[in-house]
């Protein structure tokens, strides 16, 4: 093979790569004009952990004594009532699951479980002709025991350490 067939083939090969590295950066940019530079997941987030610290107050036992301490009802009636609560915030804000982590959605649903078992367990306790406010006083002693520990506590503290390191 001369010289000039090699430049030839050199010169075509040249060519040819610097128009695919062209075709390829030009598809590059292409594609990041079809996505909104401003478009961020983060403000999704942020409000989901918001929501879902509403949640998390919301179904926390002192927040459902007070709510649902209604006079003249009887201990089974105020049990239910808070269920019905607990059950209805739980599923009002279940699409938030979507945007936090799956340790944060767990620990709002064994928030939501673990209030649902109080609240059974200590209307459990009761004589049957017992008054909502029997039941009101029974969990407060509950909450009052637990001090700061209380699952609510703990599941709000992971709640706003998730948030503040979306917002770095």
């Given at each position: 093979m001369d010289t000039a067939t090699l430049s030839l083939i050199l010169s075509t090969f040249a060519i040819l790569l610097s128009m695919?590295?062209?075709?390829?950066?030009?598809?590059?940019?292409?594609?990041?004009k079809n996505v909104d530079p401003s478009y961020s997941?983060?403000?999704l987030q942020l409000q989901a952990y918001e929501r879902l610290v509403i949640l998390t107050e919301r179904v926390a036992l002192p927040n459902l004594v007070s709510r649902a301490n209604l006079p003249g009802l009887t201990a089974r009636e105020m049990q239910l009532l808070m269920l019905e609560s607990v059950k209805q915030?739980?599923?009002y804000n279940s699409s938030q699951q979507i945007?936090?982590?799956?340790?944060?959605?767990?620990?709002?649903?064994?928030?939501?479980e673990q209030n649902m078992l109080i609240i059974n367990q200590i209307a459990q306790t009761l004589p049957a002709d017992?008054?909502?406010i029997d039941l009101g006083k029974r969990i407060m002693e509950v909450i009052i025991a637990q001090d700061k520990k209380a699952l609510h506590n703990i599941?709000?503290?992971?709640l706003n350490f998730e948030a503040r390191k979306l917002m770095k």
């Open positions: 695919l590295v062209c075709y390829l950066w030009f598809a590059k940019n292409e594609n990041k997941t983060r403000p915030e739980f599923e945007y936090v982590s799956p340790v944060a959605w767990q620990a709002v649903n064994n928030l939501k017992a008054k909502g599941v709000l503290e992971a």
